[in-house]
């Protein structure tokens, strides 16, 4: 897998390696993207919502995606033990449903699928990012009340 010196670029997005400065920003569209989902799930707290990114950024695994030369989301894909993490996969709402996101995701599934790395990953119950998993061959593993944890096989 390519580390986060690499830069893919399609049509109108790109991706490029996050650094320490861009924390603020990432943590400010989380909260924005997950709002609707934790207060569904009576979990959304203003403060923490942004500390968890903050305390779990890690800029040697994360990409920040650009359209049109902005900010536009981020999305990190964590090596562990047994497979990779794909966390802080967040994309500005207006940009939701664009295509951008299977895109973005297709780049990473594919440094995955060449490496023959397993993926993991959570997303929040009643989420709509669900489907974009399912439909990228992710399968669900197990859930909580809160979580459901999905892995994706390499192709």
Same mark, same amino acid.
């Given at each position: *897998?390519?580390?986060?010196?690499?830069?893919?670029? *399609?049509?109108?997005?790109?991706?490029?390696?996050?650094?320490?400065?861009? &924390?603020?920003?990432?943590?400010?569209? /989380?909260?924005?993207?997950?709002?609707?989902?934790?207060?569904?799930?009576? /979990?959304?707290?203003?403060?923490?919502?942004?500390?968890?990114? /903050?305390?779990?950024?890690?800029?040697?695994?994360?990409?920040?995606?650009?359209?049109?030369?902005?900010?536009? +989301?981020? &999305?990190?894909?964590?090596?562990? !033990?047994?497979?990779?993490?794909?966390?802080?996969?967040?994309?500005?709402?207006?940009?939701?449903?664009?295509?951008? +996101?299977?895109?973005?995701?297709?780049?990473?599934? +594919?440094?995955?699928?060449?490496?023959?790395?397993?993926? /993991?990953? !959570?997303?929040?119950? +009643?989420?709509?990012?669900?489907?974009?998993?399912?439909?990228?061959?992710?399968?669900?593993?197990?859930?909580?009340?809160?979580? &459901?944890? *999905?892995?994706?096989?390499?192709?």
């Amino acid at each position: *897998m390519p580390r986060a010196s690499s830069v893919a670029i *399609m049509a109108d997005w790109e991706i490029r390696p996050a650094s320490p400065a861009d &924390v603020e920003a990432v943590a400010e569209l /989380r909260a924005v993207v997950l709002r609707a989902d934790l207060e569904r799930l009576g /979990r959304y707290d203003e403060h923490r919502v942004r500390q968890r990114l /903050r305390d779990g950024f890690d800029p040697a695994y994360t990409w920040v995606i650009e359209v049109g030369g902005v900010f536009a +989301g981020c &999305v990190a894909l964590r090596p562990a !033990n047994d497979a990779h993490w794909l966390e802080h996969f967040y994309l500005a709402p207006h940009l939701q449903g664009s295509g951008i +996101g299977s895109g973005v995701l297709r780049e990473l599934l +594919g440094w995955c699928d060449r490496d023959r790395v397993l993926v /993991r990953l !959570n997303v929040l119950q +009643g989420s709509p990012a669900r489907s974009l998993y399912v439909r990228h061959g992710f399968t669900v593993e197990s859930e909580d009340p809160v979580d &459901v944890y *999905m892995v994706r096989k390499p192709a």
